[in-house]
Nanobody, 122 residues
Framework: QVQLVESGGGLVQPGGSLRLSCTAS????????MGWYRQAPGKQRELVAG???????NYADSVKGRFTISRDNTKNTVYLQMNNLRPEDTAAYYC????????????????WGQGTQVTVSS
C-alpha cells in the first residue's frame, strides 16, 4: 500500500533549525504537487509550503524567508528546511501529496502523512 512517511520533528529552541522529510513509499507511479501543512492546538490546519511537479514553490506569509521546501523526485521525497524557528511555529506538521499510484487500482489520489510534532521552546 502507498503511504507517506514523515520524519524530522522534535524540540528546538527559538532561533534553531529543523528539517522535515516525507517519503511516499509503496507502488507510486509519479508524484504531482507535494506540500506541508501544520495544525496547532485549537487552530485549523493551514498550508505552510507547497511545491508542484515542476518545482514551483509557494509559502505562507508567516514562514517566507525562514522555511524552504524542496523535493527529490527520484526518491519521491519532499523536504521542509525550517530556520529561525519561533514559538508560534509550534504545531503538528503534516505532509500532503498528490500521487499517481498503482494500488489498489491505477489512478490519482491524495495522501496525508501521520504528522510529526515540532515544538519551539526555550
Amino acid at each position: 500500500q502507498v503511504q507517506l512517511v514523515e520524519s524530522g520533528g522534535g524540540l528546538v529552541q527559538p532561533g534553531g533549525s529543523l528539517r522535515l522529510s516525507c517519503t511516499a513509499s509503496g507502488r507510486v507511479f509519479s508524484t504531482n504537487a507535494m506540500g506541508w501543512y501544520r495544525q496547532a492546538p485549537g487552530k485549523q490546519r493551514e498550508l505552510v509550503a507547497g511545491v508542484n511537479s515542476g518545482g514551483t514553490t509557494n509559502y505562507a506569509d508567516s514562514v517566507k524567508g525562514r522555511f524552504t521546501i524542496s523535493r527529490d523526485n527520484t526518491k519521491n521525497t519532499v523536504y521542509l528546511q525550517m530556520n529561525n524557528l519561533r514559538p508560534e511555529d509550534t504545531a503538528a506538521y503534516y505532509c500532503n501529496a498528490d500521487l499517481i499510484v498503482f494500488t489498489p487500482t491505477f489512478g490519482r489520489r491524495e495522501f496525508w502523512g501521520q504528522g510529526t510534532q515540532v515544538t519551539v521552546s526555550s
